[in-house]
């Protein structure tokens, strides 16, 4: 029986857990949540996932949602397959796991809201807060000169492998390279650049791509 | 050589790793970082956490910075002592134990952190808390808690019967939100109420507790 995944194959954090699938070699089936109808807020759905979001899986009786506990559980699961996202020693499995919680707590509260704001919102015709998105982007720029200082030395995040501190960034990374502000950003930082490249060259990224309709 | 953690106690964050190490009964030396000399954010300390942010840790030549990683790494480092933190023998409690770990870093945190960061931060640098943030952040703490009191109305603790990082994570900032004037929102929901006092008599908490001094204005 292969794992349901619920949710929209286009959103950030299923395309967490779709990345996690391809590198490992996980067969999948998606079902579809419909994120403009809101059915991911309809009850049917709340019962998988109480914060009314995508996404979530069921693996035989096995429930789980929060896509990075997802990615880590089956990045455990099948640790001998595919990509080994999770490090080696325990003290490269602690780097990968400072770099993923990097992204939590310093890339993605920028990430989301600027891309909620111009990419989200003008899809549901709201406004968007141009004073806020301004202010995202200065402190995106502090941020991406640490990550950039980083992988001029490394390759990776973690170091000279990809991990799951990489493939946690992809999502959102690539609706920020849709954005020409921040695309221009990016490409104004040589490693960063490069790492960047290097990654969304990935097999798993271009299937992701096609999956989603790119 | 004891692992060395570089902070202040009254940092939610560097308390957040001192109630792990508690709980693991693993020494270590607490080496003071001065905040309000902004001593996190000179050369010295950059070198080990490039975002200028308490705590690091440093165990030999591994040096590490995010509270979250730490704990992880000590509970899995220290896997066969101390409180059995991560449900590390059965990978789907494990997953379940990140699954709520994941909700307190993504729900739960951004709306406590921004309630406390205009409650104690801001007026400690001279301004006055915002009160449509303050306002905006209880509403969403309050969805949060509603999701916690019909959890914790099935399990004893989030990710299950036994405490775990995932209720770890979330102390020092509860602690702190007790003390504001907003304290309702956990003491009016009766699973939530009974999961932090039961959180709160925990021997690791009330070794930590006492350096977390910090007080909100009263807001």
């Known amino acids: 029986m292969v794992v349901k995944l619920y949710g929209q194959v286009t959103a950030a954090c299923p395309q967490r857990v779709l990345l996690c699938f391809l590198e490992k070699g996980i067969e999948f089936e998606i079902i579809h949540i419909d994120l403009d109808t809101f059915e991911q807020k309809k009850p049917e759905h709340l019962l998988r996932q109480p914060f009314g979001q995508v996404p979530a899986i069921e693996d035989g009786d096995f429930k789980l949602f929060e896509s990075r506990a997802i990615a880590r559980y089956y990045a455990t699961k099948f640790a001998d397959q595919g990509t080994n996202l999770l490090g080696k020693s325990l003290e490269h499995r602690a780097i990968v796991d400072q770099w993923a919680d990097v992204e939590t707590y310093y890339f993605n509260v920028l990430a989301q809201p600027i891309v909620i704001n111009l990419i989200i919102k003008p899809r549901l015709g709201e406004k968007c807060d141009v004073v806020l998105v301004e202010d995202l982007k200065v402190k995106l720029g502090v941020v991406l000169d640490i990550y950039n200082n980083r992988l001029s030395s490394n390759r990776f995040l973690a170091g000279e492998e990809f991990t799951m501190a990489d493939l946690t960034h992809m999502p959102a990374m690539g609706y920020l390279m849709s954005i020409t502000d921040i695309n221009q950003m990016v490409k104004a930082r040589g490693s960063f650049n490069r790492w960047w490249e290097e990654i969304s060259d990935r097999p798993s990224w271009k299937k992701l791509m096609v999956l989603a309709g790119h | ?219």
């Open chain 2, 1 to 219: 050589m004891a692992m060395k953690v570089y902070g202040d106690e009254m940092s939610a964050s560097v308390a957040r790793v001192l109630l792990c190490l508690h709980e693991k009964n693993t020494e270590f030396e607490l080496v003071p970082v001065n905040l309000f000399a902004c001593h996190h954010k000179l050369p010295s300390f950059l070198s080990m956490n490039p975002f200028g942010q308490v705590p690091a840790l440093q165990d030999d030549d591994l040096t590490l910075f995010e509270s979250r990683a730490i704990t992880a790494y000590i509970a899995e480092k220290h896997r066969d002592k101390g409180t059995d933190l991560t449900r590390h023998e059965n990978s789907k409690e494990a997953a379940i134990v990140k699954l709520w770990s994941e909700v307190e870093a993504h729900h739960f945190n951004p709306a406590i952190f921004a309630v406390i960061h205009q409650l104690i931060v801001v007026p400690l640098q001279g301004e006055s808390p915002d009160a449509a943030i303050v306002e905006k952040n209880l509403e969403k703490l309050g969805k949060v808690l509603d999701v916690y009191e019909e959890r914790l109305g099935k399990t004893k603790y989030l990710a299950g019967d036994t405490y775990t990082l995932a209720d770890l994570h979330h102390v020092p900032y509860t602690y702190y939100f007790m003390k504001t004037s907003h304290a309702g929102l956990i003491n009016d929901r009766p699973n939530v109420k009974a999961w932090w006092e039961d959180l709160c008599s925990r021997p690791a908490f009330l070794k930590v507790s006492p350096g977390l001094t910090v007080t909100p204005t009263t807001n």
